[in-house]
C-alpha cells in the first residue's frame, strides 16, 4: 500500500463528465488498496474567463484582489471532485489551500510554498478519506489568500507529496510523457520511460512545457518519484499497468541503464522568450546586481544571461525573458536602472527562440556542444546567444529558425532511434 | 461622517457594468465623508449555476463540499468589486468570509453566524479604505467553509453592521422599499417611510421577500437601524437624497407619529408553503416535542404551529413547512414518529398560503382579529388555520384564494390611502 498524490490538469476536470472519469480513476487506485491525495487545476477555461471578468474591471488587475478572484476555479473543482467520489461510494473530503496552510510568500499571482501543515490530510487518510487539495492556491503569513502562477497545481501537487513523504506524485496531462522533443514538431520524436530529474529541470526551463519548472524544483530538493501519464487513458485501466505508464522523473542514474542511454535526451525549445542587451556598461563588480537587481525586484525571471569579456574597460549584458514581460523590463532598465549606471543603450528584440540539447550522458561525452553547432551551421542558422549548463546547451536563435533547427538536432543526436 | 454597511444583491452586482455602478454609489458615499463596509452577494445566477454542476455530480450533494462550491460565487464578486473601486481611485480591500473570520456553526447550507472579528477591517476603514467582505459565507470552529443559506448575504450585512456597531446598514434591492403589500398583487400598495423591527419581522416570517428573516432577527438583537432601498437609482443621486430613500426599519415607536400611524402596517403572504396534521395523538406533556424534534433536527424550520384543546385524551397537531421540505417531513414524521408515538395518520396538503395583517398599533385597537375574520368570510374564503401574535394575526387558506384575499384585506384596513 503506497501513499499516492496524484494532479489532474484543467483539462482532464474540464466537464461533468471528465470530473465523474477522474473520480473512477481515483476510486481504482483507491480500491487496490492505495492512499490518496488528490490535487485537481480549475476546470479548463475558468481561469481564463475569471482573469477576464478582472481585466474589464481594471485592466492591470490588482495583484492581492485577482488572487482573491482567480483562486476560486480551482475551490470549485475540489468541491466537485469530492462529490463525484462520494457519489461512487468513495469517503472524499476537500480542502482549499488555507485550509491546509499552504504557506506561501505574499508575492500575489507568483507566490512560492513555504511549508504546509499535513495534520489534517493524515489523520483523513488514517481514516479512509481520499483527500482533495484545491492546487494553484496558498495563504501568507497575513492570512491573504495567494496563488502561484500558471502551472502552479503541478508545484502544489509536488510540494503536497514532499510534505507527506508520498510514495509517488503522478501528474495527469493530455500528454502520455516526456517526449525527446515535441513530437508535433518531429513525428520521430520518442517517449522517455525515465528521465533524470537534472534533465527534466533542463528542459523544463528550455521550455518542454509538460511540467511547470517549479514543480520539478521542488520534486528534486525533496526527491519526490514524479511520474507524467496521461489522463486520457480509460479510467478502468488496470492499476498495474498504469501504473507503469508515462515518464518517471528519477533521481540516480542507474548505472546500467547508463551504459544503454543515449548521450543526449531531448531537444526542447521556448518562443516565448525576448532577449535585452544593455550595451557598453562599465566593467566593473557588482554591475550585474544592478542591471538585475531591480528586474528580480519586479518579480520578472530572468532566463539565459551572457555576459561576454569586457574591452576598453566596458562590457555588454545581455539576458532573456518572457516576452510578456518584456516591455516592463526595458522599462525599468530606462527608468530605473540607465540613470544609475553609464550605459550606452538598452535594445532588444522580441523575435528570438531558444534550443536546448540536454542530456545526463554530455557529462562523460566530449565534444556535444561542437556537434550542435556544426549542425545548425550546416543548415546556415545563426547562432545570437550560448549558453552552457552541465547537462544542457542552449542557443538563442532567430524565431523563425527554430522549428528547423529542432528538427535537425532531434536527428543529428539520434534521438528518433529506439 | 458615518459609518454605513452596505449590501448590494446579485441582480445588482449581475454584470461588469453593474459592478461598474455599484463601485461608482460606494465611491460616492466615501467622497460624501463615510466610512464604508460593502457586502456584495455573487453575480446573479452564479450560485444557480455551481448548485446545478454540484448536482449533475451528485444529485444530493454532500452539504461540507457543496458550500466549498457555493461559496467561490461572492468571493469572485468581492475581488472584481474591489478591484472597480481601486479603478476609480478609491482604496479597497476584499475580504473572504473566513478572514474576517465570520465564525458560524457547522450546518452546512444553512449556518447561523456567532461571531465576526472586526479588528482587520478597523484597521483597513481607519487607513481610508472601503472594506469589501464576501457576504452568504463563513467558517466553522474547524475551519470548514460554511454558507448562511439562501439571501444570507443579508444577514451578512446586519451582522457586520451589529459588529462594527455601524450608523446605518444599507440594503440595496430590486425594490425601493417596504411596500403596505406586494405591488404585483395590489397595484395600489403603497411604499412605508418607516416600518418598525417588530413589524418588519412579522412581514419577512410573513412571507414578504425584501429581507431575510434572520436578517431582521440581527437587525433587532443588536438594534442596527437598518434601510431597504434600491439599486437602480441613478448611482449619481445626490447622498443626501438616497440617504432618505427607502425604507428605514426603527426600532423605538415615535409616539408622535403613532397617533397619525395606520392600525395596520401591511398585508403578507407566502404561497410556497405546505401544511401538515399529525392526527389523534395521545393528550400528554412532551408529545409536541417527540413530533418536531426530529423536524427540527433535519434543519426543517416549522412555521405555523396550531395545537387545539383535546378530546377523548387526544390531540392534533397541524404545523407548515416550507414546500420544498414537504416530503421530507411527512417521511420524517412516518419513518421517525409515527412508530414511537400512538397516532392515527399524518396528512397533509401542498396547495395552501398563508396571509397575514401586521401592525403595531393592533396592540392597542381591538377588533382587528374581527374585521380580519369578517372580510375573508364575506368573499366566501375559508380559512383553514389561524396563528396570532401580539402585532400579526395569519390565516391559512386555499392557495387558490391567496390573491383575492391579500386584495380584500389591503382595502379593508384602507393601506390604499395615504
Known sequence: ?????????????????RIRNVARRVAKWKAAGHDLVVVPSAMSGETNRLIALAKELQPQPDARELDVVASTG????????????????????????????????????????ISIDDAAIRK??????????????????????????RGGSDTSAVALAAALKADECHIYTDVDGV?????????????????????????AGAGSKVLQIRSVEFAGKYKV???????????????AEEAQSGTLITFEEDPHM???????????????????????????????????????????????????????GMTDMTFTVHRNDYAKAVKILNDKVK?????????????????????????????????????????????????TSEIKITVVVDEKYMELAVRVLHKAFELDQA
Open 225 to 239: 518519484p514524479t511520474r507524467v501519464l496521461s489522463s486520457l487513458t480509460d479510467p478502468a485501466l488496470p492499476v
Open 179 to 203: 517526449y525527446t522533443t515535441d513530437p508535433r514538431l518531429v513525428p520521430e520524436a520518442r517517449r522517455l520511460r525515465t528521465i533524470t530529474f537534472e534533465e527534466m529541470l533542463e528542459m
Open 258 to 312: 547508463a551504459m544503454e542511454k543515449a548521450v543526449i535526451s531531448g531537444v526542447a525549445f521556448n518562443r516565448d522568450e525576448a532577449k535585452i542587451t544593455v550595451k557598453d556598461v562599465p566593467d566593473r563588480p557588482g554591475i550585474a546586481y544592478a542591471i538585475l537587481g531591480p528586474i528580480a525586484d519586479a518579480h520578472i525571471d530572468v532566463d539565459v544571461i551572457v555576459q561576454n569579456v569586457g574591452h576598453d
Open 1 to 17: 500500500m503506497a501513499l499516492i498524490v496524484q494532479k489532474f490538469g484543467g483539462t482532464s476536470v474540464g466537464s461533468v463528465e
Open 74 to 113: 480551482e475551490q470549485v473543482t475540489i468541491g466537485l471532485l469530492s462529490m463525484a467520489l462520494l457519489e461512487l461510494g468513495v469517503k472524499a473530503r476537500s480542502y482549499t489551500g488555507w485550509q491546509v496552510r499552504v504557506l506561501t510568500d505574499s508575492a500575489f499571482t507568483k507566490s512560492r510554498i
Open 339 to 387: 540613470p544609475h549606471i553609464k550605459c550606452r543603450e538598452v535594445s532588444g528584440d522580441e523575435r528570438i527562440a531558444k534550443v536546448s540539447v540536454v542530456g545526463m550522458g554530455m557529462r562523460s561525452h566530449a565534444g556535444i556542444a561542437a556537434q550542435m553547432f556544426r549542425t545548425l551551421a550546416e543548415e546556415g542558422i545563426n547562432i545570437q546567444m550560448i549558453s
Open 124 to 149: 483523513d487518510l488514517k481514516s479512509g478519506h481520499v483527500v482533495v487539495v484545491a492546487g494553484f492556491q496558498g495563504v501568507d503569513a497575513q492570512g491573504n489568500l495567494t496563488t502561484l502562477g
